[in-house]
């Protein structure tokens, strides 16, 4: 199990932490530990719900994060969890491959709407959350860089919200 140190608020840390029991693969705190991977939450504004940098970890931005789960009917520790997972695949992708850059993870858009698909606003993201996946083309590029335990944590993250986190 990998520790994840998440600094934010206190309310989007518990939410944060919910996470734990759903995979096995992450232990999220909001307590620091050495050689904890980054994750970071703040209401900032952005184009997309989460980035990586090899430097920084994994930011979340709950900009209009409220709105996208109230559209797609989440409860918001699912968005979270969602969010970081999927940023924390692409962390460990680029951390195990030095080649990789930021901008290897842009993905055209992709016609059932993949959780990892460009889009041109963070809004655009709440029709991917009303049934979040990711596509079968993402899945192996992760498992090809040498992510598969943390593509099959995010993949049981998603089993879980679906439909139990529904409000």
């Known amino acids: 199990m990998m520790d994840v140190c998440v600094s934010g608020l206190p309310r989007d840390i518990e939410l944060l932490t919910r996470s734990n029991g759903w995979q096995r693969r992450f232990r999220f705190s909001g307590q620091a530990v050495p050689g904890a991977i980054r994750l970071t939450v703040a209401d900032a504004a952005a184009d997309r719900p989460f980035s990586v940098s090899r430097a920084d970890g994994v930011f979340i931005s709950t900009y209009e994060s409220d709105n996208i789960c ?76 040498g992510a598969e335990p943390e593509i099959m944590a995010l993949q049981d993250v998603l089993s879980s919200g679906m439909p139990a986190q529904r409000l």
């Open 70 to 145: 109230r559209y797609a009917e989440i409860g918001k520790d699912f968005y979270l969890a969602v969010c970081g997972m999927l940023g924390l695949v692409q962390w460990r992708a680029l951390i195990m491959n030095e080649l990789l850059v930021w901008e290897d993870f842009f993905v055209e858009e992709e016609p059932r709407g993949c959780l990892y698909a460009a889009r041109d606003t963070i809004q655009e993201y709440a029709l991917a959350f009303e049934e979040p996946y990711v596509c079968d083309a993402c899945m192996e590029f992760f498992r090809c860089l």
